[in-house]
């Protein structure tokens, strides 16, 4: 019994020992919990000043070169090909034949139909004469025109089949990629693509701007281009597009048309800048840095610093000049404003500048 109730003492110091040392633990941890917290209260952040300067209000767009035509030739008719009379790469013109089909079954029935409509005609001018004299009725001469009118229809038909055996180009430009051979089978129903035409004579540098920057463009306006590949030529466009609708990102599309050297330097796809030169080439205007606007420039939303404190500020941005932001409303000069850090803020947060 003795033994006994020496154990429980012993297993009782052990679990209240045990509850000391963890309470210890526990509150030194926390000690150098809130330690640390106070040692990282502060945000760093970097900093810059709000300031109206003399701004040039030219600005680039950027965006890819498209040509002014492209078309996936497809068979319109059935037929097995005989010869392919291009290959990718060549240049070919409106009209000009790409390939010949099988024609000696269409060729029989050019023929047949040729050798009815000259037989509907010779019935119909027996007939006419002999109408004349009263040896056939009205009635038996218009059958007989109805007969050649349809003859004639017949022979038309074949003409334009026998023609179609030779596929002739819709549009010019290069042919870009050819799906067909010699003995393919073209089918007209789904239609068999045979091939790819690319006209780039002319090109559509296609690029966005803002809302902003769209009100001072026109269609019809000269816009110098420049292509990333050729960085010391320079080429002259005109502005033939301007979206009437903002896309999803509230950007207008703009199309540029420029007329390729006689070389084709340009090519559909490659990236291209357009430079937009304003009328009013410079002006003073109260500035930020774009990166300055938590998320997007549409937000509006600018962190100003107040006494080491981050302050959110609704602000009214206006135009984007590159790598700067107007500012309308909400800001005076000489503010600062926290370009760096901001994912990490909330409104009311300490701030540490770094320098």
Known sequence: M???????????????????????????????????AQKNAAVSVKVAQVKTQEVSLDFVANGSFQPI???TFSA???????????????????????????????????????AAYQNAKSDYNRYENAFKTGGVTKQQLDQAKLALTNAESNLKQARINVGDTKVKAPISGFINKKY????????????????????????????????????????????????????????????TFIAAKADESLSFPVEIEIANNSNNDLKAGMYGTAN???????????????????????????FVVENGIA???????????????????????????????????????TVEIIK
């Open 2 to 36: 003795k033994k006994i109730i020496i154990t429980i003492v012993v297993i009782i110091g052990s679990l209240a020992l045990i509850g000391f040392v963890l309470t210890k633990n526990k509150a030194e941890n926390k000690a150098k919990t809130d330690i640390v």
């Open 69 to 71: 035509q492209e078309l």
């Open 76 to 114: 319109e008719k059935s037929g097995k090909v005989i010869s392919v009379l291009v290959k990718e790469g060549d240049y070919v013109r409106v009209g000009q034949p790409l390939l010949t089909m099988r024609g000696d079954v269409i060729n029989v029935s050019a023929q047949q139909a040729d």
């Open 180 to 239: 067909i051979e010699p003995g393919s089978i073209l089918a007209g129903m789904p239609a068999t693509a045979m091939f790819d035409i690319v006209n780039v004579s002319r090109l559509k540098l296609v690029v966005t701007v803002n809302e902003n920057q769209v009100a001072g463009l026109k269609v019809g306006n000269k816009i110098n281009v420049a292509a990333s590949v050729y960085p010391d030529k320079t080429f002259t466009g005109k502005i």
């Open 276 to 302: 937009f030169a304003s009328n009013q080439q410079k002006q003073n205007l109260m500035v930020v840095p774009r990166n300055a606007f938590v998320g997007s420039v549409s937000s509006n939303q600018i």
């Open 311 to 349: 302050k959110l500020r609704k602000v009214t941005a206006g135009r984007i000049l590159g790598d700067t932001v107007e500012i309308i409303n909400g800001l005076s000069d000489g503010e600062t404003v926290i370009i760096t850090g901001q994912i990490n803020l909330q409104d009311g947060n």
